[in-house]
């Protein structure tokens, strides 16, 4: 059974940072590729970043510069580093994978930026 769970959300100030981090089970770490995607109030999912499984990245412009994800092979877990945060980062962060030709989800995790 494929699992993802996110940790690591919370309140922090402007300029601030946070890790978020995706455990996984049921996937083969090594070989898949995980995506950050974000949903802020009444606004659609969107695609934050992207950890390959050749250890490569892609980002969306309005976080180049201040994201970075990495992985954690022996853990199975991708993360997520976010500096210099925003109010504008302010949404749930989800994890996800394409699996076997299915899409998995994890929870989510707010992040919540704000003095």
């Known amino acids: 059974q494929v699992r993802l769970v996110e940790s690591g959300g919370g309140l922090v100030q402007p300029g601030g940072s946070l890790r978020l981090a995706c455990v996984t089970s049921g996937i083969n770490f090594k070989i898949a590729s995980i995506n950050w995607y974000r949903q802020a109030p009444g606004k659609q999912r969107d695609l934050v970043a992207s950890?390959?499984?050749?250890?490569?990245?892609d980002y969306a412009d309005s976080v180049k510069g201040r994201f970075t994800v990495s992985g954690n092979w022996a853990r199975a877990t991708a993360y997520l580093q976010m500096n210099n945060l925003q109010p504008e980062d302010t949404a749930v962060y989800f994890c996800?994978?394409?699996?076997?030709?299915?899409?998995?989800w994890g929870q989510g995790t707010q992040v919540t930026v704000s003095s």
């Open positions: 996800n994978t394409r699996w076997r030709e299915r899409d998995y």
């Open positions: 950890f390959r499984s050749g250890g490569s990245a």
